[in-house]
T-cell receptor
Framework: DAGVTQSPTHLIKTRGQHVTLRCSPI?????VSWYQQVLGQGPQFIFQ???????GRGNFPDRFSARQFPNYSSELNVNALLLGDSALYLC?????????????FGEGSWLTVV | DAKTTQPNSMESNEEEPVHLPCNHS???????IHWYRQLPSQGPEYVIH???SNVNNRMASLAIAEDRKSSTLILHRATLRDAAVYYC????????????FGKGTKLTVNP
């Protein structure tokens, strides 16, 4: 079975531009989360969506937005890019079970803002 | 945010066991302990999780202290492929799936 897939894997954008990152969860997973990881730090939570509804939001500005589609795939949008938005953006998906959630990450999208 | 405390780095030799400690002194009775690891240039990989009892899977073992204020991830025979940053994370049972990552422990495995 395919794992969490993200696209694109690498991209370069200019300050002020907009970017859309895409994520397909593992089949059967209805929850998708997004994380930002800057160099040398652990991932930081941005959003969680479950059944197309936002379930959680991290401490990120309104320039960051996301949505989840009926097939449970998701998009992360970032407007008015800043140099500091350069990071690895990770998507994670999960299913719920009585043992607690097991969360699976994709390989990430590397964003460079110049 | 729920935080855990881990050593910044640890070193091991290949084929030897590795014990990675984690302190979570403010853990609540319903929080799970999850471990993830991240290899260079890859997304985090799930390793193991537990609530109260010790847990084993094909990758590792998780030993949880009786008072649940600490836990230890055990790699029984370290290989070079186990070199990674290991994160210990508290996860609220049935709650938000927000994972709060610290800086983790960077494990170096010497041949």
């Amino acid at each position: 079975d395919a794992g969490v897939t993200q696209s694109p894997t690498h991209l370069i954008k200019t300050r002020g531009q907009h970017v859309t990152l895409r994520c397909s969860p593992i089949s059967g997973h209805k929850s998708v989360s997004w994380y930002q990881q800057v160099l040398g730090q652990g991932p930081q939570f941005i959003f969680q969506y479950y059944e197309k509804e936002e379930r959680g939001r991290g401490n990120f500005p309104d320039r960051f937005s996301a949505r989840q589609f009926p097939n449970y795939s998701s998009e992360l949008n970032v407007n008015a890019l800043l140099l500091g938005d350069s990071a690895l953006y990770l998507c994670a998906s999960s299913f719920w079970n009585v043992e607690g959630n097991t969360i699976y990450f994709g390989e990430g999208s590397w964003l460079t803002v110049v | 945010d729920a935080k855990t405390t881990q050593p910044n780095s640890m070193e091991s030799n290949e084929e030897e066991p590795v014990h990675l400690p984690c302190n979570h002194s403010t853990i609540s009775g319903t929080d799970y302990i999850h471990w993830y690891r991240q290899l260079p240039s890859q997304g985090p990989e799930y390793v193991i999780h537990g609530l109260t009892s010790n847990v084993n899977n094909r990758m590792a073992s998780l030993a949880i202290a009786e008072d649940r204020k600490s836990s230890t991830l055990i790699l029984h025979r370290a290989t070079l492929r186990d070199a990674a940053v290991y994160y210990c994370i508290r996860v609220e049972r049935g709650g938000s799936e927000k994972l709060v990552f610290g800086k983790g422990t960077k494990l170096t495995v010497n041949p």
